[in-house]
Structures are given as structure tokens and as C-alpha cells.
T-cell receptor, first 113, second 114 residues
Framework: DTGVSQDPRHKITKRGQNVTFRCDPISEHNRLYWYRQTLGQGPEFLTYFQNEAQLEKSRLLSDRFSAERPKGSFSTLEIQRTEQGDSAMYLC???????????FGEGSWLTVV | AQSVTQLGSHVSVSEGALVLLRCNYSSSVPPYLFWYVQYPNQGLQLLLKYTSAATLVKGINGFEAEFKKSETSFHLTKPSAHMSDAAEYFCAVRVDTGRRALTFGSGTRLQVQP
């Protein structure tokens, strides 16, 4: 069990470009979450998967954001036409069906210049 | 809907002093409560959690928290601060319905002075 893994850890991109982040949850964790954290704030919920099904999306997740979890394993979060306001840390987390604890990855920092 | 309020965005203590980080929650149903710690440029690490068992919860690194329903509080304490405790601390609440996602407070940055 290597924990929740996220890649890349840091990404600098120009405004208007697309970026994609990958998350590998703890093996056998079928619940997966994406959060966004801006400087000086707590993480904010973005979206939630149970296996491959995306069951909930926050209003924070604009049309430029899309998340997938094919085959119920790893997940990707894509941001299209990035804006400076997208600069944040994107955190992935996972838990199993019976677990009360959500385990977080190290996060992926996005800087849009 | 559930929410948490962390009183004090910055707390500074001397090494060896008591650490007290405050968290109040709002929830219409019995909540689960969590404290996470975040070191610079890292993700969140679970310190401790309350899941309706014992009201006094002990966590890692000498931290503990007490669930007080009457005060809707879940304050985090540590008897003696170490320099290594300097970090950002987040209180979070979750209700046992649906997606079970966490709702976080805005965080408290703990500074430990030598």
C-alpha cells in the first residue's frame, strides 16, 4: 500500500492551455474524491466517484473541468482553456466502502501564467 | 448542510507550551469530525477522527481532541509543542450520508517559537 499517488506534482502552464492531472488511489479503494485548495484556504470538494461512476460534481466544477475514472481505478482531472483563477493545488483522496477515513495524496500544484 | 469554523487563522506558541486549536461545527445530524495536518507543499495527513465512539480522541504525534456536543466543538490540543508541529491544521466534518465527502474549515497555521 503506497498511498494515494498524484502526478505531476507541479505544473506551470500558460493561460488557455489544457492540463491533465492523474490520481492513483489506494488499491481496492473504490471511492475517489477530487478537491481544490487555494492559498490560505481549506480544501473544497470538486467531485466524487464510486468505482467508475461520477456520482456528484460541485458547482465549483465549471464546464472547463472534466474528471474521469475509467475502469474504476486511476482518475484524471482535465482543465481546458486554463485561467489564472485555476491556479491552486488539486488534491485527490480515496477511501474504501466501509472506511470512515479519507486518505489524501500529496497534491498537484497548478500555476497558470 | 454541515460546516466547520476554525477560530484563529494563526496561532503562535512557544516550544513546550500548550497547543489549543479551536474548531466548532454545524451539522443537523450526528457528525464525524476529523483533524488533518498539512506541511508546506504537501497533502493532508490525518491526525485523528471522532466517529461517535469515545468523546476524547487521541491521535498521532501526541495530539488529542474532545468532542463536546453541547458546545458543538472539537478542539485540538497538545500538552507540549515541538518545533516540528509547525504546520497548517484543518478541521473537517462529514455526515454519514451519500458521498461522505469532507467539508473543511479554513485552517489554522501553527507557529512554534523556540
Amino acid at each position: 500500500d503506497t498511498g494515494v499517488s498524484q502526478d505531476p506534482r507541479h505544473k506551470i502552464t500558460k493561460r488557455g492551455q489544457n492540463v491533465t492531472f492523474r490520481c492513483d488511489p489506494i488499491s481496492e479503494h473504490n471511492r475517489l474524491y477530487w478537491y481544490r485548495q487555494t492559498l490560505g484556504q481549506g480544501p473544497e470538494f470538486l467531485t466524487y466517484f464510486q468505482n467508475e461512476a461520477q456520482l456528484e460534481k460541485s458547482r465549483l466544477l465549471s464546464d472547463r473541468f472534466s474528471a474521469e475514472r475509467p475502469k474504476g481505478s486511476f482518475s484524471t482531472l482535465e482543465i481546458q482553456r486554463t485561467e489564472q483563477g485555476d491556479s491552486a493545488m488539486y488534491l485527490c483522496a480515496s477511501r474504501d466502502d466501509s472506511g470512515n477515513t479519507i486518505y489524501f495524496g500529496e497534491g498537484s500544484w497548478l500555476t497558470v501564467v | 448542510a454541515q460546516s466547520v469554523t476554525q477560530l484563529g487563522s494563526h496561532v503562535s506558541v512557544s516550544e513546550g507550551a500548550l497547543v489549543l486549536l479551536r474548531c466548532n461545527y454545524s451539522s443537523s445530524v450526528p457528525p464525524y469530525l476529523f483533524w488533518y495536518v498539512q506541511y508546506p507543499n504537501q497533502g493532508l495527513q490525518l491526525l485523528l477522527k471522532y466517529t461517535s465512539a469515545a468523546t476524547l480522541v487521541k491521535g498521532i504525534n501526541g495530539f488529542e481532541a474532545e468532542f463536546k456536543k453541547s458546545e458543538t466543538s472539537f478542539h485540538l490540543t497538545k500538552p507540549s509543542a515541538h518545533m516540528s508541529d509547525a504546520a497548517e491544521y484543518f478541521c473537517a466534518v462529514r455526515v454519514d450520508t451519500g458521498r461522505r465527502a469532507l467539508t473543511f474549515g479554513s485552517g489554522t497555521r501553527l507557529q512554534v517559537q523556540p
